[in-house]
């Protein structure tokens, strides 16, 4: 608060603000992407118009509300938290289940683990997830591994983690990070990656309940913007099923979180300039993913382009690649593409030139019908 | 307070001072209206950080200006009570179980170093000289008390009943280990004995125990959680965050140190600069005792009052029991390498936990002679028993290594478990099939 005080007082006196990194709300640039309301299926009831924070915040307060057991905590979240996403909770379910720890990320997830494994539901939040790394131990070593080295007499299945990801556009190193891939090498976790508050809110609920260790990652350039009709009742979204999002006979495109909505402009763009027709494919679950909707579809197409903001080598595209490659290989009709950020630290002001744009993505959908 | 700061900034902005400066600067003389320093015997700071009053006086806190904190003892080296009114007074029956269960563990641990070294089994870590620390904490706790400990509490286990065929399935990794041969040899785990299974990674288990006892605490089970590491363990940062949240959120956890003077061959003047362990536990919030690790009594009483504590406060407890490894780390060691043989020798004729306790149950003749030779041949002959059957088990069966990675089979496991079957099987002699369960 007093840095805040600090930077109207200095605009006061005439000198730019310094950037204040940790403080949400900050004008962005302009998206370079359209975002498209999911509809939500008539079956699951009333719907309001959320977006994604409500979301979350609604996915949230269904399990505190069924799950005696259910816990929300981690660095700030008591008052709402820094991107307002558990806003009402600690009024309405107390401070011992929704409640500040210290700073401290091995020891939210550490204790996470620890509530798990004693039979309970901890919903634990990273405040942004390039700050996930101190824990990738206790992750990694711990949480992973549970089940499979005690022979299944302990788990830590109860274990959600929550993290905000991705571009924001002024984020640069350390707000922009989608760390992926790093836990997709980790057998025994799951990683979830929703592109929308419909999709969110169904997502979560399902790694909430999932008996599985679950890192669950939001795009956080969506918190605001992405606003939808969404059911308010209980309902989930299973995890490990990908979706198609268009259906098409060309090309595969796929996608998750942000860039689903990157890749809808790509497939009118190549519609509109190229008359090619694209198939969009949301992965929503990054592990363990969905190898046969995905090999369906480029069998049919048998071109593939796969997009994600996280840098290029050792990126999850390269996984899906390989996979399709070897399912797919008589059926493809050009190499897999690969759009992805560059093999860089996260860029701050050429954040522009580091992004796998929908103009970088166009160029590939080229590429691939012009093989 | 938010025309707190307001008034606060425009002040300081006044008088020249940059927020933004890293060091405190005196302020300026510039000042428009001067500030009379004003004090008074009730000036206290407001800060919201700390509980102090102010010092006109400039001077360092010297660690070493303070007494080490003291070894709590109930015991002599001799086996005498030194206050009778900390003698636990425990029931005879109770006194030999201590006992019986101290020599069984040492039993065992020499068997199965040796068996390590005929190759029969590929890895293991001997208790010696910490039996007193396990035997004395395991008997003043509920057996319900989850334990997550680090991988030299055996006897914790052996106390609780575990049995000694379940100790030697787990090492030789065979079928009829409950750990579904998944890990490297003394990496135990017991539900039943509310024991978690041990996990390599050090001090690990440490937030984990902060947050276990919280959810005990919220299920209001009456129970406490005990956590077990060394001193070379907590160094680690998991050490720091487990004390910090289990002191700030009310957790009942106890938090016992074995500092046994090596973290394989690091001594503890390479470990820590403090006064131990125990030292850090009033920085976090924490009540704390250092204990004689090889007062089998010392460590019950400590270990019964501080559940005692941490049950009935909700918050956490530190118990550091001063002890020694008198055996090599593992098996992967030869302490002879940096340590002298005197040395270990001193603390395995001097003051053992197990020669203490003999000694007192001698002069309490509730033990003799004639009942130690008759109790060494009757809990060899255990052993070797459980041993022979253990060693003739076959190994799991070969798809074990596909479950439990998650709680349901995904598709992409199951593909590469067929695989794996087929290429097995097609290659049958070079895999030693026979030496397993069946598909």
């Known amino acids: 608060m007093a840095l805040r005080l600090t930077r109207r007082l200095l605009t006061v006196q005439g000198r730019r603000p310094p950037a204040v990194v940790r403080s949400p709300g900050l004008p962005r640039r302009s998206s370079t992407f359209t975002y498209v309301p999911d509809t939500a299926p008539a079956q ?16 949230m307060d269904i399990s505190l509300e069924k799950d005696p057991t259910a816990v929300v905590f981690g660095e700030d979240v008591a008052f709402g938290g820094v991107f307002r996403c558990t806003v009402g909770l600690k009024d309405k379910y107390g401070k011992d289940r929704v409640f500040n720890t210290p700073l401290c990320e091995q020891g939210i997830v550490g204790f996470a683990i620890g509530m798990a494994m004693a039979g309970a539901t901890p919903i634990a939040e990273i405040q942004f997830a390039d700050y996930i790394f101190p824990a990738f131990d206790q992750i990694v070593n711990e949480a992973a591994k549970y089940r499979y080295r005690a022979g299944n007499l302990f788990d830590s ?6 993290a905000p990801c ?17 836990f997709a090498h ?13 999709q969110a809110k169904g997502l979560l609920l399902s790694c909430i309940r999932d008996e599985n260790p679950c890192i669950f990652f939001e795009p956080k350039i969506l918190y605001r913007s992405a606003v939808e009709e969404v059911p308010t009742g209980d309902y989930t979204i299973p995890l490990s099923e990908a979706e198609v999002v268009v259906e098409g006979s060309d090309a595969t495109l796929v996608g998750w979180g942000t860039q689903l909505h990157v890749l809808r402009d790509v497939v009118n763009m190549a519609q509109e300039k190229l008359q090619v027709s694209c198939e969009l494919i949301d992965l929503r679950t990054i592990l363990p ?15 593939l382009l796969i997009a994600h903001e996280a840098p290029l080598t050792g990126g999850f595209a390269a996984e899906i690649a390989s996979t399709i490659q070897t399912e797919c290989f008589l059926n493809l009709e050009a190499p897999i593409q690969r759009v992805c950020g560059y093999d860089t630290p996260f860029p701050h002001i050429l954040e522009p030139f580091y992004m796998p744009d929908k103009w970088r993505c166009f160029e590939a959908v080229k590429k691939l019908v012009n093989y | 307070m938010a025309t707190r700061g307001v008034l606060l900034c425009s002040r300081v902005l006044k008088w020249r001072l940059f927020v933004q400066k890293a060091h405190c600067t005196f302020l300026s003389t510039r000042i428009d209206q001067q500030q009379k320093p004003s004090y008074s015997a009730d000036d206290k700071p407001l800060f919201p950080g700390s509980r102090s009053k102010y010092t006109e006086k400039l001077e360092f806190i010297q660690p070493t200006s303070y007494e080490g904190i003291p070894v709590y003892r109930v015991l002599d080296r001799k086996g005498n009570i030194i206050d009778p009114n900390h003698d636990p007074k425990l029931s005879k029956e109770a006194i030999l179980k201590m006992y019986k269960d101290m020599t069984l563990l040492n039993t065992m641990d020499r068997i199965l170093y040796e068996s390590q070294r005929q190759g029969r089994i590929s890895f293991y870590m001997t208790n010696y000289g910490e039996e007193g620390t396990q035997i004395g904490s395991a008997a003043g706790l509920n057996p319900n008390d989850l334990i997550l400990g680090q991988y030299r509490e055996a006897g914790i286990l052996l106390y609780r009943g575990f049995p000694i065929e379940s100790f030697m399935n787990q090492c030789y990794g065979n079928c009829m280990d409950i750990g579904k041969g998944r890990q490297m040899p003394v990496h135990y785990g017991s539900a039943e004995h509310r024991f978690v299974t041990i996990s390599s990674p050090l001090a690990t288990q440490m937030p984990q125990a902060s947050g276990a006892a919280y959810a005990y605490k919220r299920a209001e089970n009456g129970l406490c959680v005990v956590c077990y590491f ?7 940062g998991d050490a720091h965050a487990a004390f910090n949240f289990a002191a700030v959120l009310d957790c009942p956890v106890i938090f016992f140190c074995r500092n046994n003077g090596y973290a394989i061959s690091t001594p503890t003047q390479d470990q820590y600069r403090g006064d131990g362990i125990a030292i850090r536990g ?25 559940r005692q504590i941490c049950i009935s406060q909700c918050k956490p407890i530190l118990i550091e029991a001063m002890t020694y490894r008198i055996g090599h780390h593992s098996t992967s060691d030869d302490s002879s390498a940096y340590r002298s043989i005197d040395e270990v020798n001193y603390w395995d004729k001097e003051n053992h936990p197990i020669s203490r306790l003999r000694s007192y149950m001698i002069i309490q003749k509730l033990w003799s002679e004639d009942d130690e030779k008759t109790w060494m041949k009757e809990s060899r002959k255990k052993i070797l028993e459980a041993f022979g059957k253990a060693e003739k088990q076959k190994k799991p069966k070969p798809t074990e290594l596909f479950y439990d990675v998650y709680k349901e089979m995904p598709k992409h496991l199951e593909k590469q478990m067929n695989e794996m079957k087929r290429h097995a099987t097609e290659y049958k002699d070079v895999y030693q099939l026979n030496n397993y369960e069946q598909f």
């Not at chain 1, 991705?166 to 989608?178: I, T």
């Not at chain 1, 993913?289 to 071109?303: C, E, F, Q, Y």
């Open chain 1, 289 to 303: 993913w969905d190898v046969d909707l995905v090999a369906k579809s480029v069998t049919k197409t048998g071109r």
């Open chain 2, 282 to 306: 009033p920085s976090y919030g924490i009540d704390t005792i250092r204990v004689d690790g090889n007062d089998v009594f010392a460590v019950y009483n400590a270990t019964k009052a501080a």
């Open chain 1, 166 to 182: 991705g571009a924001v556009g002024h984020g640069a190193l350390y707000h922009s990070q989608s760390p992926e891939a790093y």
């Open chain 2, 230 to 236: 060394g001193e070379g363990a907590a160094s680690e």
């Open chain 1, 44 to 59: 699951l009831g009333t719907a309001k118009r959320m977006n994604l924070c409500q979301a979350l915040t609604s996915a």
């Open chain 1, 186 to 198: 980790t057998p025994g976790l799951k990683v979830v990656i929703p592109r929308g508050p419909f």
């Open chain 1, 157 to 162: 299945g109860g274990l959600t983690i929550r």
